[in-house]
């Protein structure tokens, strides 16, 4: 991805980011690092002069304005990053990010009306032309469970054009929800590490993501990319 330096001297294109964070869902299991991922990583990327968009504790409506909202002000060959931090989940092939209201996803179908459609979303993002989208999912984590027909775990998901998709951990999988630092995840602290360095692709910056946490978890732990 010739145009995925995050951090360079010599950007010529426009960089926006659109980060959520989502600590204290109604139902299942409140997380503890979620809001401090996002913020953490708002702040390393406002110092690489990327514009933000963020949000954190967001219900349904919250979350799907927002995103509207940021996709219509994405502009042709813009750098575009995505990051969300949450509960996630897969049904029917497809990755749900979970809003905080999630006492309202009392089935698998209603997943399709109260949760974000993750690769719908990639979709409308790339469906505006930006030289590049980033995708950061760190939202495989445990005890979101509708029904026996869905998973924790996200499944892989379809790339379009210049588009990179990360996820805390290999597809299927469920990420560790713990942290060695207090504060963030095990992929958000290795992340960043990682992000500001300058003249580096994305795919080269998540090499050093997954090298640290396989390190740091035994093994136990690697980030999953598709691009």
């Known amino acids: 991805m010739?145009?995925?330096?995050?951090?360079?001297d010599n950007s010529v294109y426009t960089k926006k980011a659109l980060l959520i964070g989502n600590n204290e869902y109604k139902k299942n299991s409140q997380l503890r690092y979620c809001i401090n991922d996002s913020e953490d990583l708002t702040n390393k990327l406002r110092e690489i002069d990327f514009e933000i968009t963020a949000g954190i504790n967001l219900a349904y409506d919250q979350?799907?304005?927002?995103?509207?909202?940021?996709?219509?002000?994405?502009?042709?060959?813009?750098?575009?990053?995505?990051?969300?931090?949450?509960?996630?989940?897969?049904?029917?092939h497809l990755n749900f990010l979970i809003p905080i209201d999630d006492d309202e996803i009392k089935t698998n179908t209603d997943l399709e009306y109260r949760a974000i459609n993750a690769q719908a979303t990639l979709e409308k993002v790339m469906y505006c032309r930006p030289s590049?989208?980033?995708?950061?999912?760190?939202?495989?984590r445990n005890s979101f469970v509708c029904e026996s027909t869905n998973f924790n775990g996200l499944s892989g998901m379809r790339p379009i054009g210049d588009s990179f998709i990360g996820f805390a951990c290999t597809a299927n999988k469920v990420a560790l929800d713990k942290s060695t630092n207090g504060r963030n995840s095990l992929f958000t602290s290795h992340l960043l590490q990682h992000i500001d360095q300058p003249n580096l692709t994305i795919g080269e910056i998540m090499y050093g993501v997954c090298d640290g946490m396989m390190n740091e978890t035994n093994n136990d732990q690697c980030p999953f990319r598709v691009s």
């Open 63 to 92: 979350m799907n304005t927002m995103i509207k909202t940021f996709i219509d002000k994405i502009d042709q060959d813009d750098l575009v990053l995505f990051f969300f931090a949450g509960h996630g989940c897969q049904w029917n």
């Open 2 to 8: 010739a145009s995925g330096f995050l951090s360079s």
């Open 132 to 140: 590049a989208a980033i995708f950061l999912l760190d939202c495989c």
